[in-house]
C-alpha cells in the first residue's frame, strides 16, 4: 500500500497564479485533512472532510479551497496564490471519527509563492 | 494558557542517556493523546498513541497524567537515529485535533 499520496512535491508560483493539491490514499479512511507548517507556527489545520462529500474549515481556511472528490481524494486549491501561503503542506487521512485515530500523512509539497 | 505545550528545546542528549519530554494540555476534556516523530524536511509520523494506564514500545514509555493535564515521553538507550522533533498531539471532546509545536532532540555521538 502506498498509504497517502501527495502531488507535487514542489512548486513554484508567482503570486496570482492558482494550482490544486493533489491528496489520495488507499487505506479506505473516512477522514481527510490538509493542514500547512511553518517554522515557529505547528502543523495547522485548513480543511479537513470527516467522509465523502463533505467539508469543513479548519484553523487558517482563509485563500484556500478544497474538494472531497470521492473517498481516496481530497484536493487543495489555491485559487490566487500570495506569498503568505509560502508554506509545506501535508494532507492526512484518518480511519475514524476526528482525533479518536491516529492521522497518516503524505510526503508534503513544499509551495513558494514569489 | 496555550492549548497544547511543549518545551521547544533542542534537547542535546549523548547516545545512550535516557531524555524525557513532558507535553501540557488545556482541556481536562481531551480524549485522545499521541505522540509523533518528524524528522527535518519530512512527514510526521505516528510514533505512539498515550493510553491511560500508559503503554511501552521497546525503549519508549508513554505516559499520561490527568490530573496535571500532560502527556510524557521518556526514550531509554537513546540512539543516534532517536534525533527528530517530537510531537504531543492532543484530541478534545469537539473532535478537534491540537498539534503540539514540537520539542527538538538531537543525540549526541
Known amino acids: 500500500n502506498a498509504g497517502v499520496t501527495q502531488t507535487p512535491k514542489f512548486q513554484v508560483l508567482k503570486t496570482g497564479q492558482s494550482m490544486t493539491l493533489q491528496c489520495a490514499q488507499d487505506m479506505n479512511h473516512n477522514s481527510m485533512y490538509w493542514y500547512r507548517q511553518d517554522p515557529g507556527m505547528g502543523l495547522r489545520l485548513i480543511y479537513y472532510s470527516a467522509s465523502e462529500g463533505t467539508t469543513d474549515k479548519g484553523e487558517v481556511p482563509n485563500g484556500y479551497n478544497v474538494s472531497r472528490l470521492n473517498k481516496r481524494e481530497f484536493s487543495l486549491r489555491l485559487e490566487s496564490a500570495a506569498p503568505s501561503q509560502t508554506s509545506v503542506y501535508f494532507c492526512?487521512?484518518?480511519?475514524?471519527?476526528?482525533?479518536?485515530?491516529?492521522?497518516?500523512f503524505g510526503n508534503g509539497t513544499r509551495l513558494t509563492v514569489t | 494558557r496555550k492549548e497544547v505545550e511543549q518545551d521547544p528545546g533542542p534537547f542535546n542528549v549523548p547516545e545512550g542517556a535516557t531524555v524525557a519530554f513532558n507535553c501540557t494540555y488545556s482541556?481536562?476534556?481531551?480524549?485522545?493523546f499521541f505522540w509523533y516523530r518528524q524528522d527535518c524536511r519530512k512527514e510526521p509520523k505516528l510514533l505512539m498513541s498515550?493510553?491511560?494506564s500508559g503503554n511501552e514500545d521497546g525503549r519508549f514509555t508513554a505516559q499520561l497524567n490527568r490530573a496535571s493535564q500532560y502527556i510524557s515521553l521518556l526514550i531509554r538507550d537513546s540512539k543516534l537515529s532517536d534525533s527528530a522533533t517530537y510531537l504531543c498531539?492532543?484530541?478534545?471532546?469537539?473532535?478537534?485535533?491540537?498539534f503540539g509545536k514540537g520539542t527538538r532532540l538531537h543525540i549526541l555521538p
Open positions: 482541556n481536562s476534556a481531551s480524549q485522545s
Open positions: 492526512a487521512s484518518s480511519e475514524g471519527d476526528r482525533g479518536n485515530s491516529p492521522l497518516h
Open positions: 498531539v492532543v484530541n478534545n471532546e469537539d473532535d478537534k485535533i491540537i
Open positions: 498515550v493510553y491511560s
